[in-house]
């Protein structure tokens, strides 16, 4: 089965508010993460990644936060615009070993 | 800099057809990937390279091959068509840690 995966398959907000995606990976040992963005009819956009000796990455709107506790990982995006709407994925590398993605959350922002 | 380029953008093949997507980077990655997105859900790993002259499967490889004859190219070639492998085709590179660049896609129909 998949390590990692999505706990919600879509999400709505409202244009300006805060969205948080989250990702739940099983694999412990995994030490690298990435959140993409994708589109419709476009390839996957790298938006920000985290190495596992961190627990907060922030970038342009965006926050990654990476909680290996309880193997779990979140993406925040502040005062969510029109433009966001996608598919988010996150996915996980183990030592250079190809990304594994998760099935992804359709994000939605209501006008 | 056009980054990861794949070809063609589209295409429908019949049954039993063969056909080679193209898949070339301009950014001196050793690590390349092939992925497969169906409707609706996350990429699955096909095949993958770390470098000229290496490849290995990946999670769903059965009904393709790859080369690496060159840093720059990873083509997929598809033998004896199949419905099954009707999909949206992706192509990746990386330097290894930090961002993977996608191509936009390879849309293939078979019928």
């Known amino acids: 089965g998949e390590s990692v995966g999505l706990h919600l398959p879509t999400l709505s907000v409202q244009e300006g508010d805060n969205s948080i995606i989250n990702c739940a990976y099983s694999?412990?040992?995994?030490?690298?993460f990435i959140w993409y963005k994708q589109e419709s009819g476009k390839g996957p956009q790298f938006i920000i990644d985290i190495r596992s000796n961190m627990d907060k990455r922030q970038g342009q709107r965006v926050t990654v936060l990476l909680n290996k506790t309880v193997k779990h990982l979140s993406l925040q995006i502040a005062a969510t615009q029109p433009g966001d709407s996608a598919v988010y994925f996150c996915?996980?590398?183990?030592?250079?070993?190809?990304?594994?993605f998760g099935k992804g959350t359709r994000l939605s922002v209501i006008a | 800099n056009a980054g990861v380029t794949q070809t063609p953008k589209f295409r429908i093949l019949k049954i039993g057809q063969s056909m080679t997507l193209q898949c070339t980077q301009d950014?001196?990655?050793?690590?390349m990937y092939w992925y497969r997105q169906d409707p609706g859900m996350g990429l699955k790993l096909i095949y993958y390279?770390?470098?000229?002259?290496?490849?290995d499967k990946g999670e769903v490889p059965n009904g393709y091959n790859v080369s690496r004859s060159t840093t720059e190219d990873f083509p997929l070639r598809l033998e004896l068509a199949a419905p099954s492998q009707t999909s949206v085709y992706f192509c990746?590179?990386?330097?290894?840690?930090?961002?993977?660049?996608f191509g936009q896609g390879t849309r293939l129909t078979v019928v």
């Open positions: 950014m001196n990655h050793n690590y």
């Open positions: 996915a996980e590398i183990l030592r250079n070993t190809p990304l594994v």
């Open positions: 390279s770390v470098g000229a002259g290496i490849t």
């Open positions: 694999n412990s040992a995994s030490d690298y």
């Open positions: 990746a590179s990386t330097e290894g840690k930090g961002a993977t660049f």
